[in-house]
């Protein structure tokens, strides 16, 4: 099918603008003063993404979460160690990729001493997307991996169905190749043995498609 995806909303005037993308350090800075949406606020932080600055492969995630506020790093909670090992199995070295969330902020409700992961609304999606772009645009990947349904959305449009359309290679306008997998975090989630142990190798034999060439025959978008 050679539909185009819808483009994402876009609601949400961001207070800062990123000059056309300079250096991933120079955008990373920008970001850290970004208040488009009331998400920096109670955050720590501003998580922005990371890795080669030249990756051919850019990974997507969700939001950053309790750990990642605190540390400042993408991934480095239960769902990023989770994430390197899957990604150790299928045999791709994560400092090769240049890791990111579709919204750099922290959102969470405070129950008592712990702080609950909340999902970024429509609107604070919206706002957090210059950042995306403006990484995407810097690292110019020839392949982009997402990470659950919110990136999945943000990169392959609303219409996007993860459990029927992940693992499958879609060309992009620009050339570039995506596929969504699930996210960690849900895999995280999952109680049965049974069920968790199969969904992780359906992870892992997805991220294992990033080594395989008929990736190269994608559908387009
Ligand atoms: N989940 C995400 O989507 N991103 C992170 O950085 C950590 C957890």
Redesign the pocket.
Same mark, same amino acid.
């Given at each position: 099918m050679n539909r185009k995806p819808p483009p994402p909303p876009r609601t949400g005037p961001p207070s800062v603008r990123p000059a056309p993308p300079r250096s991933l350090a120079a955008l990373r800075a920008k970001a850290r003063q970004c208040r488009a949406c009331p998400l920096w606020k109670p955050a720590t932080q501003t998580?922005f993404g990371e890795g080669p600055d030249d990756a051919s492969i850019v990974m997507i %995630?969700?939001? #950053? %979460?309790d750990r990642?506020d605190l540390a400042g790093h #993408?991934?480095v %909670?239960p769902? %990023?160690k989770l994430l390197d090992r899957a990604l150790a199995e299928a045999g791709i070295d994560r400092g090769r990729l240049y890791l990111t969330?579709v919204v750099k902020h922290f959102k969470f409700e405070r129950r008592g001493k712990l702080r609950l992961h909340q999902r970024a609304n429509a609107a604070e999606q919206a706002a957090c997307r210059i950042w995306l772009d403006a990484e995407l645009l810097r690292v110019g990947p020839s392949r982009i991996v997402c990470?659950g349904a919110m990136a999945a959305q943000a990169i392959l449009g609303r219409a996007f169905r993860l459990m029927r359309q992940r693992g499958r290679w879609f060309e992009l306008g620009d050339g570039t190749r995506a596929m969504a997998t699930v996210?960690p975090?849900w895999l995280l989630r999952l109680r049965r043995d049974e069920e968790r142990t199969q969904a992780y190798a359906g992870f892992v034999r997805d991220l294992g498609s990033l080594k395989d060439p008929s990736a190269a025959g994608a559908t387009r978008r």
């Open positions: 998580v %995630g969700e939001a #950053p %979460g990642e #993408p991934f %909670g769902a %990023g969330n990470l996210h975090s």
